[in-house]
């Protein structure tokens, strides 16, 4: 057992036991059987064996029936709210392509209630897949009243941790920098003021973004400490920059000084020697998010080889319009199982990796690993129970493969963040679905008329071949 206070009394009020079958710490003590964990306000007290925990903790309350497995909250490192309300279409489409065609066209008729809305919609399936923290960008075109403190509103009613980021782009549409800037300005405001999100600087890739815009945003970063940006999503960036620059993105990023403070980078799929070793050398983070990957077909991140190298990888849902589930549960397995796949080899990728990506490779890609992505004493009570009345987890035998391979979101049962109750018995505490889902029907429809999205993609296929 370990503790963050030798001296702490047996009795206290307030204190939680959080008991399970299975605990997977993520940190020191790996994984415990019957363990439990001891929840002090928001932080964890104590880890160790049940029996341990109760002798020491006579009188209190538990939580958990002593079954299923017990793990930190997830960490989703990549996403855009501002795709919340465009799900399930453009399949056909790559990158280039899903943004000229769907991305591109909504950008400038998001609202801030929008971002509201698709925040909620999405943040709630989030967290009922596990999720206690998430790491967005806002991907819209700044207009008068800034869209982006609805996504902090909206996190922070459903009571998830937020890394916030506004990620502008003014290529191919001119956008003034200035309004880029006030957007980040009132999307750092309202992180400020905010119960658990934090503000991160923000752009969308290098070859969407003049030089100007580059430059605003490297000083900006080098006032605020934190980027959160995509690179080497698809290879066309790489040929592009190289034709243009004679060098990669991930090279200009750092000549410019993009990558002088804390940097998370989305995707990073197509990298040379001399692109892991800036990524390595700079501690650049990667985002990794293998299914928004696969839909737009745009390639394998190198994980393996990234962890060999020491980069600090976590893994990322991606915006709801490329994924386009927000399902963390499912991301843990396809994680797995596209190494597994590409490699054409068993051993490429495994369970325990997995997890620990999905936890404390998230938190040291977003530089939170000092309060949160493991169960060790004096971190945020940031906790997931997967519970064991569902046929997928009734027998576990390795509970990494039963939770990256067997689970779904549905065994997902509570989910605490700093802890406070965000999912009990499957169900969202402070947000009441069935009144959010018509109004977030009604705003979609009308986004995807507004943004005059195709009408071959929004109306769904024909059921029967149409006449010429
Ligand atoms: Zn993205």
Known sequence: MTDSSAAAPGVRAGIRLVRARHVLTSGSLGHLRDGAVAVDGGRIAAVGPWSELRERF?????????????????????????????????????????????????????????????????????????VTTVADMFCSAPGAEPATPGVVAALDRVGLRGDVSFGPSDVPAARPIDRCIAEHEALRSAAAASRRSRFRVGLATIPSSTDALVKATADLVAEVGRLHIHLHEVREEVTESRV??????????????????????????????????????????????????????????????????????????????????????????????????????ATAMTAPQVLEMATIGGARALGIDAEAGSLDPGKSADLVLFAERAPSLAAVHDPYQALVYCASARDVDQVWVAG????????????????????ARELATALARDAGLPSELVRGRPTRPQPD
């Open 420 to 439: 406070e109750p965000v999912v009990s018995a499957g169900r969202l505490v402070s947000v009441d679905l069935d009144e959010v889902l018509p109004h």
């Open 58 to 130: 006579p009188v209190a309350d538990v939580l958990g029936d002593g079954g299923g497995i017990l793990t930190p909250g997830l960490i989703s490192c990549h996403g855009h709210f501002s795709e919340g309300l465009v799900t399930g279409i453009g399949e056909t489409h790559t990158l280039w392509e899903w943004i000229v065609r769907i991305v591109g066209p909504i950008e400038p008729h998001l609202t801030r209630e929008m971002a509201y809305v698709g925040t909620l919609l999405k943040a709630a399936e989030l967290a009922l897949s596990g």
């Open 244 to 345: 243009r620059r004679g060098c990669s993105s991930v090279q200009h990023a750092e000549r410019v000084g993009l990558l002088d403070g804390q940097t998370v980078a989305a995707h990073c799929v197509w990298l040379d020697d001399d692109d892991i070793a800036v990524l390595r050398d700079r501690g650049v983070a990667v985002a990794h998010c293998p299914v928004s990957n696969m839909i737009l077909a745009s390639g394998v991140c190198p994980v393996p080889r990234l962890l060999r190298e020491g980069v600090a990888v976590g893994l990322g849902v991606d915006g709801p319009a490329s994924n386009d589930s927000q399902n963390m549960v499912e991301t843990l397995k396809i994680a797995a199982l596209l190494q597994k796949v590409h490699h054409l080899q």
